[in-house]
């Protein structure tokens, strides 16, 4: 902490991280947030990325999306991915700057350039979904594998349900389980719900009752409605 208050960046970044990511009453996110932004000040791109992205979000301080926009810049200026990728987000929602899909765009192009997978996710939904973009099936699926070789679990989840629904692909429910399930084993309840359907249906995996029911419930803790509605359904035909 004493080298922390003479101004060592590494020393607050340290402080900074401890405070976040320590476990009960030693967790203060508050404290987090000062020290990120005396290194932030300081010009730490890793520390103005914490602090956009405290703003953006309102952990730690009053959310503000221009104070968010304002660090975010700062560590876009040294070429910080994520910092260009969450700036993407901004213009795609209109978050402390004005809406436009174009300059979202051309963020997450950045982004993605220098191996962001959020921002290689964005730019599949983009085409996914027709959102500034024509939409092309076969160009969001390029980019979401891109995404999910980096181990992205939306990315993973949406690549399924292309499978599993035939959109830009064969359908083919068996490439649909497989990349529901690597989503799946890093505990993402939506996976875990769809794999659960295949299961209980007997669709790309063999049908097992057992399966379906223990990732429904993986996904219910998780308080994911849609698998705690189908345990309360498989409870009622029980």
């Known amino acids: 902490k004493a080298s922390a208050k003479l101004g060592n960046v590494s020393a607050q970044l340290t402080l900074a991280g401890y405070y976040e990511g320590a476990a009960g009453s030693d967790r203060n996110l508050g404290l987090a947030a000062r020290w990120f932004l005396a290194a932030a000040k300081q010009g730490a791109a890793a520390a103005q990325v914490a602090m956009g992205e405290k703003y953006l979000h309102g952990y730690g301080v009053d959310q503000d999306y221009e104070h968010a926009v304002y660090w975010l810049k700062k560590a876009a200026s040294q070429d910080h991915p994520g910092a260009i990728a969450s700036l993407g987000w901004c213009h795609q929602n209109g978050y402390g700057v004005k809406q436009d899909l174009e300059v979202a765009y051309a963020h997450y192009l950045r982004a993605a350039s220098l191996d962001h997978p959020g921002a290689c996710y964005n730019l599949g939904l983009m085409y996914a979904t027709g959102m500034g973009r024509p939409r092309n099936n076969k160009e969001a699926l390029t980019w979401l594998r891109k995404a999910a070789k980096r181990g992205h679990k939306q990315a993973q989840l949406q690549i399924g349900v292309m499978y599993e629904q035939g959109l830009g692909?064969?359908?083919?429910?068996?490439?649909?389980?497989?990349?529901?399930?690597?989503?799946?084993?890093?505990?993402y309840s939506k996976a875990q719900y769809n794999l659960a359907r295949l299961y209980a249906r007997g669709r790309g995996v063999p049908q097992d009752y057992g399966e379906a029911t223990e990732l429904y419930r993986k996904a219910a803790v998780q308080r994911y409605d849609k698998a705690q509605y189908q345990l309360g359904i498989d409870r009622k035909s029980t």
């Open 169 to 187: 692909v064969r359908a083919d429910a068996l490439r649909a389980a497989e990349w529901y399930r690597k989503a799946a084993v890093q505990d």
